[in-house]
């Protein structure tokens, strides 16, 4: 690099490897807000985000319990159903489902729920087998042996072929990372909420045990449910400095808040939970946007609203 060019750009478009399930794309269709029942309209939102490039495919079993669903388990039941009309989409996709979370225990990770939550999921979404099982909250009551066990049990059926862990702090990660790797069976995956405006992953360890165990972030609400884009609720500085970068590279402020999303060098996976085809297909613009050190470290400043050491 000569002085006078620009610095490279941290924004990596390049897939990611999700261990022995292969590669994946930088950008993920996350189905939390896929709550309604038509069937038509679900399957021109999934094909968009194929089309995309958003070859994995996240839900869980609670989503159906908020924004408008109709109860447990509904998200899964209209992505079964999706897949059940046109079955070549099943073979675009990376499928990832989360268990766990058992209103209104809340959290359950017993074995024989796990059994029993893993095997529902399949049959909602009407698979014989997902490609990533995840852990979608820690449950503070279950041994990580315990879940290990179940874990590498459901891999030995060869209902799932990988796992991860959702919503997990560090050291539960460790902990539950240390009974599988006494199965043969490694984490692939965390997934963190992680965006301009929550930057927790940053400071409580997350992405640097990303880093050390060389799994992939997939990151969920990576607009802040929506608040990058509208400015709701957002620090006015935060705002202005997405809206000044969004305005050097000529593409619009949530393009900026998705491409920030990517810039760490543990690589992660933005989880794009668009209901408009039109956004999922504009996403991609943010693996072309270029932001450097300088930059990312404005939003960090705007965001924290206090000045680095």
Not at 52 to 75: E, I, N, P, Q, R
Not at 262 to 279: N, T
Not at 283 to 302: G, K, N, T, W
Request: a negative charge; one cysteine or more; proline letters at 8%.
């Amino acid at each position: 690099m000569t002085p006078t060019s620009p610095p490279p750009s941290l924004v990596d478009p390049a897939p990611r490897s999700l261990g022995p399930l292969g590669e994946i794309g930088p950008l993920g269709f996350g189905c939390w807000r896929f709550t309604h029942d038509d069937i038509g309209r679900a399957g021109a939102l999934l094909d968009a985000a194929l089309d995309a490039g958003m070859t994995l495919v996240d839900t869980a079993d609670v989503y159906g319990l908020d924004w408008g669903g109709t109860g447990f388990g509904s998200v899964e039941s209209l992505l079964g159903a999706v897949l059940a009309d046109d079955p070549t989409r099943r073979d675009r996709m990376v499928l990832a489902t989360k268990g766990g979370i058992r209103p209104p225990v809340p959290y359950d990770s017993s074995a024989a729920w796990l059994r029993t939550a893993c095997e529902d999921s399949l049959r909602r979404l009407q698979v014989d087998h997902v490609e990533l099982y995840q852990i979608h909250r820690a449950d503070l009551f279950t041994h990580p042996a315990e879940v290990a066990d179940t874990l590498a049990d459901l891999i030995e059926r060869e209902l799932i072929e990988a796992v991860g862990v959702s919503n997990h702090t560090p050291a539960q990660h460790r902990a539950l990372a240390a009974h599988l790797e006494v199965r043969g069976v490694p984490l692939v995956s965390t997934q963190p909420e992680y965006s301009a405006a929550v930057l927790d992953p940053l400071r409580d360890g997350t992405f640097d045990l990303a880093a050390e165990a060389d799994l992939v972030p997939l990151v969920w609400s990576p607009l802040a449910g929506g608040r990058l884009a509208t400015g709701d609720g957002i620090s006015p500085n935060l705002v202005e400095v997405l809206d000044d970068l969004a305005a050097r590279e000529d593409v619009d402020r949530a393009t900026v808040a998705l491409a920030f999303a990517l810039a760490h060098p543990a690589r992660p996976v933005a989880l794009v939970g668009s209901q408009r085809p039109e956004r999922l297909t504009a996403a991609v613009e943010a693996l072309s946007v270029h932001l450097d050190r300088s930059d990312v470290y404005r939003i960090v400043v705007a965001s924290e609203g206090v000045p680095l050491p």
